[in-house]
């Protein structure tokens, strides 16, 4: 296996006088998809705001492409090439496309004037590079576009900034069966250029279709960091709800340990 292309080592974080993460080990590598399931309040979401930057730990360090970075906010992240699509997507109604994907990211000549050609052009090339064929024009508007449709424009957004990791949230949650099979192709697709996807779901099967590893959380720590290949949809569901499962006959804390 190659090495780790974003790696959490004992990370903790709390809230007050609540601890909710406790020595997380988290690896993300390049061309894979990490699953990352857990009950709530299991601590996935703030896992994945600490890697975001939008929350600082308070232990642990963090290792990109094997050597010690600092993150201390969402710009520390986002230099590093680590982009965040969250559940609700954060798109503008009444923008179109071209104008959701460069939010405050816009291209610019003479330092005055929107260079629209030019994002247009880097908009269509992205969308097709990712082999997104259910946009008819970039100049669509969000709010005429299908829950798949604007979760593609939000995945396709947060890829255009030559990301390395992707973390993505729910991103089949309220989807119909045929948007949901057009956003888990996108996922895979992704992991197939070489990005690092971590992908957030309640969903084993979405869970067990698409990813190659998975680490699950049970009340802020890892209980296991497996192959997908090496699981179930039982197994899963046990470690989820009771931080082991009796079916790989370990605890689980053993075998992220092991994995």
């Avoid at 009950?39 to 308070?58: C, E, F, H, P, Q």
């Avoid at 492409?65 to 965040?84: F, Q, R, T, Y």
């Avoid at 680490?215 to 899963?236: C, E, M, P, W, Y």
Wanted: charged share 20%; net charge negative; with cysteine.
């Amino acid at each position: 296996m190659s090495e780790p292309l974003f790696e959490l080592r004992g990370v903790d974080k709390s809230f007050g006088a609540v601890q909710v993460l406790h020595g997380v080990d988290f690896k993300v590598y390049p061309g894979q998809v990490t699953a990352l399931v857990g009950d709530n309040g299991a601590g996935k979401s703030t896992l994945v705001k600490t890697m975001a930057g939008i929350y600082r730990a308070d232990a642990g360090e963090f290792l990109f492409e094997g050597k010690p970075v600092h993150i201390n906010g969402p710009k520390d992240s986002a230099a590093l090439g680590i982009e965040v699509v969250y559940q609700d997507l954060a798109l503008c109604d009444n923008l179109d496309i071209v104008q959701n994907m460069f939010l405050g990211r816009e291209t610019v000549t003479g330092g005055v004037l929107l260079d629209e050609l030019t994002m247009e052009d880097r908009a269509r090339s992205t969308l097709t590079s990712l082999s997104v064929r259910t946009v008819k024009s970039v100049r669509q508007s969000v709010a005429s576009l299908s829950g798949g449709q604007r979760q593609t424009v939000a995945i396709a957004k947060a890829v255009l900034w030559n990301s390395r990791v992707v973390l993505l949230d729910e991103p089949t949650a309220a989807l119909g069966v045929a948007q949901t099979r057009q956003v888990l192709d996108l996922v895979r697709r992704l992991a197939d250029q070489g990005l690092g996807v971590v992908l957030i779901s309640h969903n084993m099967v979405d869970v067990l279709e698409v990813s190659d590893r998975i680490t699950a959380l049970f009340l802020g720590r890892v209980a296991a960091d497996i192959k997908a290949s090496d699981t179930n949809h039982s197994q899963i569901v046990e470690l989820i709800t009771a931080g082991r499962s009796g079916d790989i006959g370990i605890p689980a804390a053993t075998a992220a340990k092991s994995a």
